[in-house]
T-cell receptor, first 115, second 111 residues
Framework: ETGVTQTPRHLVMGMTNKKSLKCEQHLGHNAMYWYKQSAKKPLELMFVYNFKEQTENNSVPSRFSPECPNSSHLFLHLHTLQPEDSALYLC??????????????FGSGTQLSVL | GEDVEQSLFLSVREGDSSVINCTYTDSSSTYLYWYKQEPGAGLQLLTYIFSNMDMKQDQRLTVLLNKKDKHLSLRIADTQTGDSAIYFCAERNTGRRALTFGSGTRLQVQP
């Protein structure tokens, strides 16, 4: 399998549930990202990891907790979410953050619905 | 902060040219990108332009950059139904370590 793979593709959860989103890349990249896509709004950067170290947290609420155990895997742990957190969550990877021309490769996303 | 703005929707007829526009605010942008998102898929890089260029052509795609006005456009010649998708503009500047995206323009191609 190649590219960036996200699981699950769809997730419905209640506000009191705890769930995790998973992302895996097979491109040999060292930087990984979580983006949030909501209708009619700019794609919103959430977290950035470079060589497993978190380099950016874009003022994301603590109910979203990222984890990057190695350069190939990225998780987003979710707990006590709100209905406004319903969105498409996209994972992406790139070679690393030192590249001047940063080309991102995206997964297909997890469509999250919070009831 | 940095902003990237795009119109939300564009409808064209098959065979016509499509022009998708984008404006950005950060004058230190180094690279500007166009990504395409097809239904049920993630974003895919279409093309990019370095900030010291004013035009780049790649088959049916032409990117125009007006750095003075901070305006970027993507022209698709001979638009096909398979071009129907959401097109995102993004910029990278020297100060920020990740791309800033717009809200995307949904292109609808009518037969």
């Amino acid at each position: 399998e190649t590219g960036v793979t996200q699981t699950p593709r769809h997730l419905v959860m209640g506000m009191t549930n705890k769930k995790s989103l998973k992302c895996e890349q097979h491109l040999g990249h060292n930087a990984m990202y979580w983006y949030k896509q909501s209708a009619k709004k700019p794609l919103e950067l959430m977290f950035v990891y470079n060589f497993k170290e978190q380099t950016e947290n874009n003022s994301v609420p603590s109910r979203f907790s990222p984890e990057c155990p190695n350069s190939s895997h990225l998780f987003l742990h979710l707990h006590t979410l709100q209905p406004e957190d319903s969105a498409l969550y996209l994972c992406a990877s790139s070679q690393d953050l030192s590249a001047v021309n940063e080309k991102l490769f995206f997964g297909s996303g997890t469509q999250l619905s919070v009831l | 902060g940095e902003d990237v703005e795009q119109s939300l929707f564009l409808s064209v007829r098959e065979g016509d040219s499509s022009v998708i526009n984008c404006t950005y605010t950060d004058s230190s942008s180094t690279y500007l990108y166009w990504y395409k998102q097809e239904p049920g898929a993630g974003l895919q890089l279409l093309t990019y332009i370095f900030s010291n260029m004013d035009m780049k052509q790649d088959q049916r795609l032409t990117v125009l950059l007006n750095k003075k006005d901070k305006h970027l456009s993507l022209r698709i010649a001979d638009t096909q139904t398979g071009d129907s998708a959401i097109y995102f503009c993004a910029e990278r500047n020297t100060g920020r370590r990740a791309l800033t995206f717009g809200s995307g323009t949904r292109l609808q191609v009518q037969p």
